[in-house]
């Protein structure tokens, strides 16, 4: 059954979205040469305290830190460790959350460290990125589930990759229901497979962590013997970017983005609905 919440639910909600934008914003400056994840992590442990927040990574299924760290060719879940070391020109994917109240938010981005990156790893950031907010965009009434999907997979597969072939869109891992659980229904491809079949309607009050996950390669993934980090089969980098949107009356609220989504969706024409805390 797909949670439908109230306004008054979708506020708390936004609350703590915010304090997941704060911890991007934090780990974002800290993400330099020379940092280990593990400094990341503790970054973030930092924000979550001046905020009054709960971690809703630690402790999920026995994971054991408050962001997930995933460099180059770890597409999601990767444990921050002082042994990881960024390095210059790495890109690392950060995926966080936070509870207030007992109302969750979810989001993650990629980060390039240092310089010189290949033009290929930042056309496959903004391809990834791009492909989130054409998810969002279609959160609309009356859309059902496979239109979000259909958005993600339509944007990434028109976008000419560098040096040829095609992007992976991830398979095995996808975006989700959020709203008193981090993870709930339903589940939401990054691409269409018809046997899956419309998934329900967007009606307000709907709330989606919406997630696409890329690589340069394959879209196959494996899991590492941590039983957590997950990498590409084939060893080609990936990127992900991930928030979480509570449809509303008014239009979409993009809850862990500090605008509320304003400024990307009105390049897709869209006007981002009030923010219930401004």
Known sequence: MVQIKSPEQIAKMREAGLVVAAIHAATREAAVP?????????????VLAEHGAKSNFLGYGGFPATICTSVNEVVVHGIPSEDVVLKDGDIISIDCGAIIDGWH???AYTAFVGSGHAPELIELSRVTEESMWAGIAAMKQGNRLVDVSRAIETYIRRQPKLGGGRYGIIEDYGGHGIGTEMHMDPHLLNYVERKRGKGPKLVPGFCLAIEPMVSLGTPKTEVLSDDWTVITTDGTWSSHWEHSVALTDEGPLVLTAPDGGKAKLAEHGIVAAPDPLA
Not at 34 to 46: F, I, Y
């Open 105 to 107: 938010g979810d989001a």
């Open 34 to 46: 020379g940092s280990s994840t593990k400094d990341l992590d503790e970054v973030a442990r930092k």
